[in-house]
């Protein structure tokens, strides 16, 4: 009887210090999962601080001493313009141009010289500003705006009418520039209202003048909302180009009277020159960007 008493106690024992093994051994697993979950936890900023914002700041500092460089490059260039290249092209171009132009034309020649370029420059792809230029020399805001828009109807309509005799012929140019060709299609859709605006955007948007006036009649553009769309949409244009020839008038006449404008007024007409070209740019660019989400929502599937 002892002997089992005796027997039961060592069992007893030994399962006591079984179980405190078992312990001691939970505990040290216990205590590296810890150190593992520790390790881990510490490990994640690690990963995180590896991207530090100072790339971020360096391309910011890059992008303003770029900004700074160019700020400082174009007022240099305007500066020299201003001082040295801008009176000599007065002297030795534009005034005998003025001077041969006074002496060879009388104002009714003038007015036909500037018709007929404004009508026949666009139909055979010249450029057709210096004869917005030349109006706004001679006739100033308001008559130089009649006499442009009207000389305008003409150089758009002549492309307009000639691109129905060479329908296929275009038709095949077009598919070589299919997104320009989507676009100019645009003109062509929806009711009347839906083409004068598109022709509008499409004349203030940097898309090619010339290349519009013929494939008009190719995109199916009815004749009214095209005219009508184009003198709203190159309004800009005009003004830009009258604008441009009063102020090179106001400094040939300086020049040839051999006086200055004053600081004022040199200030007072290049600021608002850069104005208005800047104005044009970024309507045009906000114009282009309206085109194409107009372009986007014609061409989602309903």
């Keep these: 009887m002892e002997i089992n008493n005796v027997a039961y106690v060592r069992i007893k024992e030994e399962e006591t210090e079984a179980e405190k093994e078992l312990k001691q051994e ?6 590296e999962e810890e150190e593992i979950s520790c390790n881990s936890v ?28 160019v700020g400082i490059s174009s007022a240099i260039v305007v500066i020299v313009a201003v001082k040295w290249i801008g009176p000599f092209v007065l002297k030795k171009v534009v005034v005998p141009a003025l001077q041969w132009e006074a002496d060879a034309f009388n104002t009714s020649q003038r007015i036909i010289v500037i018709l007929a370029t404004l009508a026949l420059f666009p139909t055979i792809c010249l450029p057709s500003t210096p004869s917005m230029w030349m109006a706004g020399m001679a006739y100033g ?11 305008v109807s003409v150089g758009v309509s002549l492309p307009y009418f000639v691109g129905s005799v060479f329908h296929a012929e275009i038709q095949r140019l077009l598919e070589k520039y299919p997104k320009e ?7 062509g859709e929806g009711n009347w209202f839906h083409q004068f605006r598109t022709v509008t955007l499409i004349r203030i948007s940097p898309l090619p003048y010339i290349m519009f006036n013929y494939a008009a009649w190719a995109t199916n553009v009815r004749y009214t909302p095209y005219l009508m769309g184009t003198w709203v949409g190159m309004l800009p244009e ?29 200030i007072f007409n290049v600021v608002g020159f850069c104005v208005s070209v800047g104005a044009t740019i970024f309507i045009g660019i906000r114009t282009k960007k309206r085109l194409d989400r107009l372009h986007e929502e014609e061409s989602m599937p309903e």
């Design 26 to 31: 939970r505990v040290v697993v216990e205590e």
């Design 42 to 69: 510490v490990e994640f900023p690690l990963q995180e601080e590896a991207l530090p914002p100072i790339p971020t700041n360096e391309k910011s500092w890059n992008r303003a001493l770029k900004l700074i460089g």
């Design 141 to 151: 805001y308001v008559k130089g705006m009649l006499l442009v828009m009207a000389g």
């Design 181 to 187: 060709a989507s676009i100019l299609r645009l003109a």
């Design 238 to 266: 005009v003004f830009i180009a009258l604008y441009s020839g009063i102020l090179i008038r106001s400094f040939a006449e300086a020049t040839q009277a051999k006086r200055s404008l004053t600081p004022k007024q040199i």
